[in-house]
């Protein structure tokens, strides 16, 4: 997961510094924003043409997947307020998945630990990325734009076929429960 | 100020807002399992949305392209070999490939 993480950090990098921004603001994007969806977003938007606040908003949506994420995760994540809004910064995609135990309940340690992981290197490769991609004339032409959107793909749970005779909700819950563990084993990939 | 600055710095804004307005609103209190097992599935939902437009949209059009392919393939990758690193090495591939034989 670290590796896929730092070549679609690499990829960031490059795309952000063809779009204008310099290395060290893409890399301050990556180490603040650290969400790859909508980082991609906003530097296509920029680069495009469109405003900064078109390129905001439009990171926002490509972020609203971690409000239900955020509320799944909310009732394990102990302490006042603060605490619990500094634990949430933590989320992202995949550690999320990783965290989610069987039962429904969430290892907050186990998902900061794999955060971390990703955080590194995310960072490192876009800092790669950023440093390397003056070098490139058409990051198109390494088909970059595919990268991202087939890692959101491969994190994607797979559906499963429901067992004759069983109680559907019962079949439903297994279903859920198998995608996310199918999951957990594509993060530890 | 600096435009790159704004965009950086609102984009770091919208981020932290909706990563940690569950964790504030909710708290502790244990939500009802029905609302959880609703609230599981939109995060693939979101991310299945974000994959078909990624992969389909081109300038505020719908296009199917050699992006279109090396997704697909990353796809299919990941399915046969439950690896991300082959799915994004092969849907990378595939797109570069594709563009290098019909020199788009």
Known sequence: ???????????FGVVAQQAGLSSLLALTMSALVFSGSAQFTAVAIVAGGGGVGA????????NSRYLPMGVAIAPWLPGGP???????????????????????????????????????????????????GGLLEDPAALGLDAAYPAFFLALLPRGRVHTLGEDRRTARRCDCRGSFRSHRLVCLS | MNTALVLVGGCALVTA???????????????????????????????????????????????????????????????????VVAAVVAAAAVAAGLRAATGQ
Do not use: E, H, N
């Open chain 1, 55 to 62: 390129a905001i908003a439009g990171a926002a949506l490509m």
């Open chain 1, 82 to 132: 603060l605490r619990r809004a500094l634990q949430g910064l933590v989320v992202v995609d995949a550690s999320w998945a990783l965290a989610l135990r069987d039962d429904g309940s969430f290892d907050r340690w186990l998902m900061f630990g794999c955060s971390a992981i990703q955080y590194v290197a995310w960072t490192v490769g876009t800092a790669v990325g950023a440093s390397a």
């Open chain 2, 17 to 83: 807002a909706v990563k940690v307005a569950g964790p504030i609103a909710l708290g502790g209190r244990v939500v009802p399992a029905a609302f959880t097992a609703i609230v599981l599935l939109l995060a693939p939902a979101l991310l299945a949305a974000l994959v078909v437009t990624q992969a389909l949209a081109d300038d505020g059009r719908l296009a199917v392209g050699a992006d279109t392919a090396g997704v697909i393939t990353g796809g299919l990758v990941a399915v046969r070999s439950g690896s």
């Open chain 1, 1 to 11: 997961m670290a590796v896929a993480i730092g070549l679609l950090g690499v990829s």
